[in-house]
């Protein structure tokens, strides 16, 4: 049975960093992608980051280049997102997703499995 479990979440004060991770089991063969989306209360659903696991290559929302980084742990089965300088905007709860097949890993309606997210809030 694939599960994936994120953890991380909580509350931090603007500026300061986050680590989320999302440990996937239960699925023996590579993934096509794997991908953390967000959403704020309010507004939809957004992809924040994902990356290709065949090659590494990694996608990041415009929103949060340059504060933010994926950690692909193969070894521990565990994807990180390294949230660096939050601000306000940054408030969520984070939702990892898992993609078998090749194709983008931006949508979420191409996901095939999801965890249960985390929920990221930030104080002044």
């Known amino acids: 049975q694939v599960q994936l479990a994120e953890s991380g979440g909580g509350s931090v004060q603007a500026g300061g960093s986050l680590r989320l991770s999302c440990v996937v089991s239960g699925y023996t063969n590579h993934w096509g992608s794997l991908t953390w989306f967000r959403q704020a209360p309010g507004k939809e659903r957004e992809r924040v980051a994902c990356i290709y696991t065949i090659d590494g290559d990694t996608v990041y929302a415009d929103s949060v280049k340059g504060r933010i980084t994926l950690i692909d742990d193969r070894a521990k089965n565990t994807l990180y997102l390294q949230m660096n300088s939050i601000s306000h905007e940054d408030t969520a709860t984070y939702s990892c997703?898992?993609?078998?097949?090749?194709?983008?890993?931006?949508?979420?309606?191409?996901?095939?499995?999801w965890g249960e997210g985390t929920l990221v809030t930030i104080s002044s």
């Open positions: 997703a898992a993609r078998r097949g090749a194709g983008t890993c931006s949508r979420a309606d191409g996901m095939d499995y």
